[in-house]
């Protein structure tokens, strides 16, 4: 798969659907989450690739405690509402089928954390799972963590040598402008499955449900149908990625 990602770039011929193309090999995919929910989003993609035999490693990188509301869940306080953004992590990867070890929170950049210390956290997590992709976020984002998390990942890929390594760059609400090289289409029945995902994540579901007048499940579905309406896709929803080589940016 990687040698077609490389094709598919020198070919300006994009995009192309994720379901076209395989690998002779098992590869390593790493996933730089954020926040909690960020792996969900992009939920389809990875259960392709899981399911093809690919191994999958996940970190969360923040505790996400801030996008909890007071009380809810009973949680007051940082520690107690990062506890509970956790354990709906550990249920909705429970839900996908990820095995248990394969998820790691890295609990960065929290109020007065040495940013340095906190880089070299992720890099020597990075150096434990070599990766053949990262999945992370689109550096173009109006969400500060999801920069922070694309520029300190491509910081430690630089770091580590990486340079053969590929990034997906994913879409989210939240992204601005992006280039789409990559997609994966998919039909309601696995709509419904990633929207039964999603709402493990019940803190963002309420919060969603109080701030905009729609579940947080409805917001990725719509973002992933707009993508698809944009594409032209033959299924009525999409996740879609630009491709980077992490040593090269390109």
Not at 109 to 121: K, S
Not at 157 to 171: I, M, P, R, T
Not at 189 to 210: C, G, I, M, V, Y
Request: a neutral charge; one cysteine or more.
């Amino acid at each position: 798969m990687t040698q077609e990602l490389e094709a598919l770039l020198r070919s300006g011929v994009r995009p192309r659907a994720l379901r076209d193309l395989v690998s002779a090999r098992p590869l390593s995919i790493l996933v730089a989450a954020p926040h909690p929910d960020d792996f969900d989003a992009i939920a389809l993609s990875l259960r392709h690739l899981h399911g093809q035999g690919h191994q999958l490693q996940v970190a969360v990188l923040t505790s996400g405690a801030s996008g909890v509301d007071d009380g809810f869940g009973g949680a007051d306080g940082e520690a107690a509402k990062a506890a509970l953004r956790e354990a709906e992590q550990r249920e909705s990867c429970a839900f996908f089928g990820l095995a248990p070890q394969r998820l790691h929170f890295l609990s960065l950049w929290a109020a007065g954390a040495d940013e340095a210390a906190d880089a070299a956290r992720l890099q020597a997590w990075m150096a434990r799972h070599r990766a053949d992709i990262v999945f992370m976020p689109h550096g173009n984002d109006s969400n500060a963590t999801h920069r922070r998390t694309y520029a300190t990942v491509c910081a430690a890929a630089a770091g580590l040598g990486w340079n053969d390594s590929w990034a997906c760059l994913n879409q989210d609400a939240k992204t601005l402008e992006m280039r789409v090289d990559l997609f994966l289409d998919y039909d309601q029945p696995e709509a419904e499955w990633k929207a039964a995902l999603l709402r493990h994540h019940r803190s963002q579901q309420a919060r969603n449900l109080r701030t905009r007048g729609s579940g947080f499940d409805q917001r990725v579905l719509q973002v992933n149908r707009q993508a698809a309406e944009a594409l032209g896709t033959p299924r009525p929803y999409a996740e879609v990625f630009q491709l980077m080589r992490l040593g090269a940016g390109q």
